[in-house]
């Protein structure tokens, strides 16, 4: 099993920054794609941003600009950097990875979520 521990969350005022960061642990040999995803209430779960194992990114159109998605394969640690903020990006926030486990299969995991709030 791979487990991932995600930190950063919390409550910021519109117009202020927050740094998510996500650490994998557990039984993997391989890591290719990391990522974030976010819920907000009422809401389906949507693409935040991704990262491959050699640095390609994919970005929301809609938050290009404002967020900025960075790996360190050797932590196997996967952070998230949102600027500017605003009340909409109020979510439950998940980190998401998917590779392989030692006995080569594949494998996708979510972890528990941190929470983003944003309000004045």
């Known amino acids: 099993q791979v487990q991932l521990v995600e930190s950063g969350g919390g409550l910021v005022q519109p117009g202020g920054s927050l740094r998510l960061s996500c650490t994998a642990s557990?039984?993997?040999?391989?890591?290719?794609?990391m990522g974030w995803y976010r819920q907000a209430p009422g809401k389906q779960r949507e693409l935040v941003a991704t990262?491959?194992?050699?640095?390609?990114?994919n970005i929301a159109d809609a938050l290009k600009g404002r967020v900025t998605i960075s790996r360190v394969n050797a932590e196997n640690t996967v952070y998230l950097q949102m600027n500017s903020l605003k009340p909409e990006d109020t979510a439950v926030y998940y980190c998401?990875?998917?590779?392989?486990?030692?006995?080569?299969?594949?494998?996708?995991?979510w972890g528990q979520g941190t929470q983003v709030t944003v309000s004045s």
């Open positions: 557990g039984d993997f040999v391989s890591m290719n794609g």
């Open positions: 990262v491959t194992y050699g640095g390609t990114t």
């Open positions: 998401n990875a998917q590779g392989r486990d030692s006995s080569r299969r594949a494998f996708g995991s």
